[in-house]
């Protein structure tokens, strides 16, 4: 009777930890679950916040003052480039930064292909053909590449 009652102790005792690291590698496959849910989750919410700082630009019609002021913002991003059409420069406009590929229909929309200038200092100075009027409007436009990444922008004085 003492071996069959220690072999039952010694096989309850073999299934409760059997039952415990079924249990235990369970709960860590959903955690790996969760845990790659959450990733992605924060994924999503960052893309979305580095590119909630261009939404105010989408289409909308902005002052002079905003312009120089995405101009100082945007000054020294990698990869990026803003161009600047005042009313004394329609034709061509002024690329600040990096000069990107902005024909909506080319393979290379967004693409940089060049540099442009590397300081604003002509879009403060009155007497310049890039002067860009603080009180002026500004159709604004969001430049994005083939990644749908933002690359640049485009105002044009309206």
């Known amino acids: 009777m003492n071996n069959a ?14 039952a415990l690291i079924t249990i235990v590698v369970i709960l860590f496959i959903s955690a790996q679950e969760a845990t ?11 893309t979305e916040l580095s590119q909630a700082a261009f939404t105010v630009y989408d289409g909308t019609t902005i002052s002079g003052s905003q312009v120089t002021n995405a101009l100082r913002k945007f000054k ?12 004394k420069n329609k034709v061509v406009g002024t690329w600040y ?29 009155e007497t310049s053909n890039d002067y860009v009027n603080p009180s002026g ?17 485009i105002f044009v004085q309206s």
């Open 97 to 125: 930064g990096n000069v990107l590929e902005d024909n909506p229909n080319s393979s290379i929309y967004g693409s940089v292909i060049g540099n442009g200038a590397p300081v604003f200092k002509s879009a403060l100075d």
């Open 5 to 18: 009652s220690t072999a039952l102790k010694v096989a309850a005792g073999i299934f409760l930890t059997i």
């Open 76 to 87: 020294g991003k990698d990869q990026f480039g803003i161009l600047v059409k005042t009313g």
């Open 137 to 153: 409007k500004f159709k604004a436009e969001i430049v994005k590449d083939s990644s749908n990444v933002v690359r640049g922008l």
């Open 36 to 46: 790659k849910t959450a990733q992605n989750n924060f994924s999503d919410i960052q």
